[in-house]
C-alpha cells in the first residue's frame, strides 16, 4: 500500500482538531471510526485512514494503537500528536506551502514522511530567505 499525502496531512488536522484535556486533564481521545467519519477525512477509504494510523505511528508522530483481531485491524485508539507530530504538522499545515511540498514531492517522485519534512523544511527556508531579502 502507498501512502497517500494527503491523507498524512489531513489525519494530522484532524487529530489535532479532536485533541483535548477534559477538566481532569486527561487527554481525551478518539478512535478509526470516529475519525472516518469526521468532515475531513470522509473523502478517504478507511483502509487507507487505518494504513496511515499505522505508519504516523510508527513515525513517532502520533500516539496511537492498533487493535487486531483475526488479523485484521478492528481499531485504533487514537490518544494525540506527539511533539514531533505537532513539529511535523506545523510544517505542512499551510495550504499553499502545502501545495508546493506537493508539488515538489510529484517532481522527485518521493512523499516519503522524511521527504515531505525535508521539502517542507525547504520551502520555509526559502521563505524565510525571501522574506530577509525583500527591499
Not at 44 to 64: Q, R, V, W
Request: with cysteine.
Amino acid at each position: 500500500m502507498e501512502l497517500n499525502p494527503d491523507c498524512i496531512r489531513d489525519i494530522m488536522l484532524a487529530i489535532e482538531s479532536m485533541q483535548s484535556l477534559d477538566s481532569e486533564l486527561v487527554i481525551c481521545h478518539t478512535y478509526l471510526s470516529k475519525l472516518a467519519e469526521s468532515e475531513r477525512l470522509a473523502k478517504y477509504p478507511k483502509e487507507d485512514i487505518a494504513y496511515t494510523l499505522l505508519k504516523l505511528s510508527e513515525g513517532k508522530l502520533i500516539n496511537a494503537t492498533p487493535s487486531y483481531g483475526g488479523g485484521k485491524i478492528l481499531n485504533f485508539y487514537v490518544s494525540d500528536l506527539t511533539f514531533d507530530g505537532h513539529q511535523y504538522l506545523d510544517k505542512i499545515r499551510d495550504a499553499e506551502r502545502w501545495k508546493t511540498v506537493k508539488s515538489v514531492g510529484n517532481k522527485i517522485g518521493d512523499f516519503s514522511l522524511s521527504a515531505i519534512e525535508k521539502i517542507a523544511e525547504g520551502v520555509t527556508s526559502a521563505a524565510i530567505s525571501k522574506l530577509f531579502s525583500a527591499p
